[in-house]
Structure formats: structure tokens, C-alpha cells
């Protein structure tokens, strides 16, 4: 069966008409993760002769030197190098999701075209690692196919309303943090109509650079007009949890510097703090480790997926609420940092899931 695969290409132009391809972006970010010239060449499955060329045409190319070389230290990336790289990881941080849910979007279609005999299990969700392993999850069940779009909790929930999915994805925090995002999921959900079913709980915290370099330990520390912040979006989990710590440590938006930039992602966040363009974030820590930050633990929340009272015997729900409960789910979510899934596949009341 054909499958439709989306993924960003570069293509680098300078005032002569010369072009560069991709294979900057993945170099340079071997020689960070390495250190020298000759292990990211091996990586790469290329010789070190190729590696030094593409190395010079770099130089040629932006007329600087994209990575510094001495003797018996190995190689590091200069400040070009680091902003280049940065670019290119932030860009695919900011459209992966869209490409996404534009791909699952487009298998969807084609498959309804090409054959009748698979059905679709139709998911929008707020973005999570865990929720974004599940199309993974539902390869060995090759009879579902599965349409994951990601959107906002309240859209997502919207949309289990109108009938538009099958399984609305949100999150709730957790020790006392869940007041703001139960008032604005309860009116969306019907103890009549609705069941709850558990995911994962997962960590939420601080982003900051490694080693701390501005010293900040607590939302108290945001209130220094020396430290700029990036946030999230208006309208997702996340953005709604970080609003509610403001509220419990007595600030306000007004008080954090850059509170009004945001990003759409994890990721995003993590690759803006990585750049140094911001000296913390906040998010879940699989997105700190990811760009090498450290993180700062805050809240922790569990990640709900709404679902009508019928859909609850379709088979495609019930085989994965019993690979939720399997050793591949498990094992999965025990590799997420900050990440468990004690209750994963239990389907609970709204009353009972709501419970913050």
C-alpha cells in the first residue's frame, strides 16, 4: 500500500548562484553531538576525505568558518554554526506537527480510496510524545488506520462533539493546578454522553540553558526583567497550566518578560532556549532532553483521551486500549523522561477523570 511521507526540505542560496542542500544541517549536528570530524563521518557512513570537503565548501560558501578545529580538542561549531543548525531545528520544530496531521490526513484519503476493507480510528489531540507513538503503536493492527491531527484541548473536544473523531485528546493538571482547565473542559463533555479513557501522566517544568547560567529555580525568578521567557500558545494545555502557576505564586503575565512570544510545540520552546534568543521556557522535559537543557520539574498532569459511550465497543477502540495496556506502550512511555503510565487504556467517568 503507497504511504505518504511529508518532510521539510532545505535548499541554501548565496549571492553567486550557489546552492547547498541538507546534508549541512546533518553534519553539523553530528560534529556537536561527536566532537570530531572523524566520528561524525563515520556516523554518517562517509569518508573523512568527503567530510573535510563539504567542510571547506561551507567556508567557501558563507565566507566564515562554520566549525573551529584544534589540536587535540577535537572540533566544535562556531557561533554561525550553532545559529545555522538552530534555524533549522526550530523551523522543523515550529511545522513538524502540521506536517503531521497533514500526512495522516492524506494516508487517510488514499486508503479510503485505494480500499474498503481497513476502518479509521480518528484522533485529535493536544500534542504529546506519548500521543504521537500511537500510529507507531497501531502498525501491528495493519486492518486500522489511524487519522491523528493535532489541535488544541478545546477544539479537540469541540470536535468529539460534533461527531468529527472518534478520541479527543487533552490534558489535566495535577495537585491542585486543574481548576482553570476543568472549568474550560467540563461544558465540552457529557457524563451522559462521554467516558474518559487514561494515557500517561507526565512532568511539567522549566526550561534553561545547561548550567543554569541566569540561576533560576522557581516562577519567582521570571519577575527579573534580565531573564526573557517564551511561552505557548493562547488556548493549549500547556499554556493554561503555566497561567494557572502564575496565578497560585501571586504573578501575572505582565510580570514575565516575552510572556506575549509564543511557540506551537514542545520542541519549539526547547529550540528557542537552545538558541539563547530566550532564557527559559516551559514544557514537558522529553523536549528539554531533546535539545540538551536542563529542566526545572513544576507540575505534574495526566494526559486523557475523551470518547463517546458507544464508540467504547467499536473494535478499533478496544484493540488499542489493549495495546495501551501492553509491554510495547509500557516500555515506550518508561524510555519518556518525567513520563509514566500506570493507568494507561482504564476507562473512567468524567467525574473521576476531571478529578484535578
Known sequence: MPKVSLRPSWSISNESGKDLGPEVFTLLDAIRNRGRLTAAAKDLGVSYRHAWNMVQYWRQFFGTE???????????????????????????ARIGLQLDSLTSELNLELNRTLTSSKTALIIYASYGFAVAYLPELLKSKPDIQ????????????SALSRGDCDL????????????????LFSPLLDSNEHKLIHLVTRTQGLFVAPGNPKNIRTLSDLKDKQIRFINRQKGSGTRILFDELLEKNSLKGTDV?????????????????????????FGVQPAANQFNLEFIPLAKEKYLFAVSKRATQK??????????KGSD???????????????AGEIVSIKEGLMA
Request: no cysteine; aromatic share 10%; charged share 20%.
Open 66 to 92: 562554520l566549525i573551529s578545529f584544534t589540536q587535540g580538542k577535537g572540533a566544535v561549531l562556531t557561533d554561525v554554526g550553532e545559529k545555522l543548525l538552530w534555524a533549522e531545528q526550530r523551523a522543523s
Open 146 to 157: 489511524v487519522d491523528l491531527r493535532y489541535l488544541g484541548a478545546v477544539e479537540s473536544l
Open 168 to 183: 479527543a485528546g487533552f490534558h489535566l493538571p495535577q495537585g491542585g493546578y486543574g481548576k482553570k482547565a476543568v472549568e
Open 257 to 281: 518578560i516575552g510572556y506575549q512570544s509564543e511557540e506551537y510545540t514542545h520542541a519549539a520552546v526547547a529550540a528557542y532556549v537552545a538558541s539563547g534568543m530566550a532564557d527559559a521556557g
Open 315 to 324: 473494535r478499533e477502540i478496544i484493540d488499542l486500549l489493549n495495546l495501551l
Open 329 to 343: 506502550f509500557q516500555n515506550y512511555v518508561g524510555s519518556l523522561a518525567g513520563y509514566s503510565a500506570p493507568d
